[in-house]
């Protein structure tokens, strides 16, 4: 059987406690994903939703940059004598890859922090607005290139970004090619905060410990909530909180937490 931990070219994987830790490492490429580390990507996060050693997820970048979108380059690189891809292969390529990548890390039940310094651009924009935590360094960029480049949004930024920050600035976003630094992420709902870049690597890692050492099932559970709130009718989703209020209470973390409040002292979670 495939390890879907084990590092590709492009792609670190590394299962480091309870935290699974994928770095982009193309960064004379600014990490720009080609089809293989989205694979990767998307093999590593589906394993963790159902590895109960997981209680966390880390996605980073090497270098001076988090992502700087899609290898678009490298994809076109075949020359004016390559032959044409078929028809529609834009289509059948994209649903397997990028589409199942943003909805992947948007619905696993693993919390996941990413850490951006430098562009998130493109697709790496949109993994760090559907990450349930982005930190970024104060210098750090975000943008949305696809105006300038001819083509039109895909990895769910038409979906992403206007749920995130209304219509109007979407369309600055989308449309204008707008540039956002760190701090105006963070004003904008973007991201949850921005730090100076020499503290970047401690509260990132201040605020994984701490996910890590939650109340695992309950969190995951609460990350679906969220997540499908966002299309049902109020009384389906009254029904999915039921669900999540009667498996959440049957964990031995709900033991616990009620046992630390009646003994007044900090719970001691283990995931479970």
């Known amino acids: ?6 590092s590709i070219d492009g792609l670190r994987v590394r299962l480091d406690g309870a935290v699974l830790r994928l770095t982009l490492d193309r960064p004379a490429k600014r990490n720009a994903l ?9 093999g590593a996060i589906d394993a963790a939703g159902r590895d109960e050693r997981v209680r966390a997820i880390v996605l980073a970048g090497e270098g001076d940059h988090f992502c700087g979108g899609a290898d678009i380059v490298a994809r076109n690189a075949g020359g004016p004598d390559a032959p044409r891809p078929r028809v529609g292969s834009i289509q059948r390529r994209v649903p397997s ?7 992947l890390v948007l619905s696993v039940q693993v919390p996941v922090v990413c ?14 607005v559907a990450s349930d935590f982005t930190v970024a360094a104060d210098d750090a960029r975000f943008c949305q290139p696809f105006g300038e480049r001819g083509f039109t949004p895909d990895s769910a930024g038409t979906w992403l970004v206007p749920r995130l920050v209304g219509m109007v600035r979407a ?12 701090a105006e992420a963070v004003d904008w709902g973007l991201i949850h905060s921005s ?8 509260e990132v890692e201040r ?8 109340p695992t099932v309950a969190l995951g ?27 959440s209470s049957r964990s031995d973390d709900f033991r616990e937490g009620m046992a630390a409040f009646i003994e007044k002292r900090d719970p001691g979670f283990r995931g479970r």
């Open 195 to 202: 730090v100076l870049a020499a503290n970047l690597d401690a």
């Open 1 to 6: 059987m495939t390890d879907p931990y084990a």
């Open 34 to 42: 080609d089809d293989v580390m989205v694979a990767g990507l998307i």
């Open 171 to 182: 369309r600055e976003l989308l449309l204008l090619g707008r540039k956002l630094h760190a």
């Open 207 to 214: 605020l994984v410990d701490r996910l890590a050492a939650g």
């Open 97 to 103: 890859l990028a589409h199942r990548l943003v909805p």
């Open 221 to 247: 559970l609460t990350k679906w909530l969220l997540h499908s709130g966002q299309s049902a009718t109020l009384d389906a989703h009254l029904h999915d909180e039921a669900l999540a209020l009667e498996l």
């Open 115 to 128: 850490r951006v310094r430098g562009w998130a651009a493109g697709i790496g924009f949109h993994l760090a």
